[in-house]
């Protein structure tokens, strides 16, 4: 009985992590990067610059075709816990068109998604990305080791 304890927690805890999409692997998501407190704050600061850069190009760029809408949804990158590695960044927008059939009066909607990558060298260390993002304009500066930038990610994605 004394055993039988341990083994229920020990159950309990696997299938709420199953459960949870917490399951132990070798990568966490970018903002509990090296720990939640410390990886938070500076992770959404980031996002928050991009953010901000997308919002003020968009109009002359990115929104001036089919889904001149484009919102900015999350930017996310994976870690290797381990190690510090950037996995991959991905950043994701919606966007939506609508149209009034005349005939009808309906309104047909064309609503898309898109996951623009990154393009970021295989051996990226998250705390230099931030660094990067962080020390200047986050939409346009070359990421580490590459001259390319997010932007140039969302030219070939969006």
Same mark, same amino acid.
């Given at each position: 009985?004394?055993?039988?304890?341990?083994? @229920?927690?020990? @159950?309990?805890?696997?299938?709420?992590?199953?459960?949870?999409?917490?399951?132990?692997?070798?990568?966490?998501?970018?903002?509990?990067?090296?720990?939640?407190?410390?990886?938070?704050?500076?992770?959404?600061?980031?996002?928050? =610059?991009?953010?901000?850069?997308?919002?003020?190009?968009?109009?002359?760029?990115?929104?001036? !075709?089919?889904?001149?809408?484009?919102?900015?949804?999350?930017? =996310?990158?994976? @870690?290797?816990?381990?190690?510090?590695?950037?996995?991959?960044?991905?950043?994701?927008?919606? !966007?939506?068109?609508? =149209? %009034?059939?005349?005939?009808?009066?309906?309104?047909? %909607?064309?609503?898309?998604?898109?996951?623009?990558?990154?393009?970021?060298?295989?051996?990226?260390?998250?705390?230099?990305?931030?660094?990067?993002?962080?020390?200047?304009?986050?939409?346009? @500066?070359?990421?580490?080791?590459?001259?390319?930038?997010?932007?140039? !990610?969302?030219?070939?994605?969006?």
């Amino acid at each position: 009985m004394k055993n039988f304890i341990p083994r @229920v927690l020990l @159950v309990l805890a696997c299938c709420t992590a199953v459960a949870t999409g917490h399951a132990a692997g070798p990568y966490v998501d970018a903002r509990v990067y090296p720990t939640q407190s410390e990886g938070w704050e500076r992770f959404r600061a980031v996002e928050a =610059r991009l953010v901000r850069g997308f919002d003020d190009i968009c109009g002359d760029t990115f929104c001036e !075709g089919e889904y001149h809408n484009l919102q900015a949804l999350r930017f =996310r990158c994976s @870690v290797e816990a381990a190690t510090g590695r950037v996995g991959e960044c991905l950043w994701t927008f919606t !966007g939506s068109t609508a =149209r %009034v059939d005349t005939a009808t009066g309906r309104i047909a %909607v064309d609503a898309r998604t898109w996951a623009c990558r990154a393009p970021l060298q295989d051996d990226t260390l998250l705390p230099v990305l931030l660094q990067t993002l962080e020390a200047g304009d986050a939409l346009h @500066v070359a990421l580490p080791g590459t001259s390319d930038s997010i932007y140039d !990610g969302l030219t070939e994605c969006l």
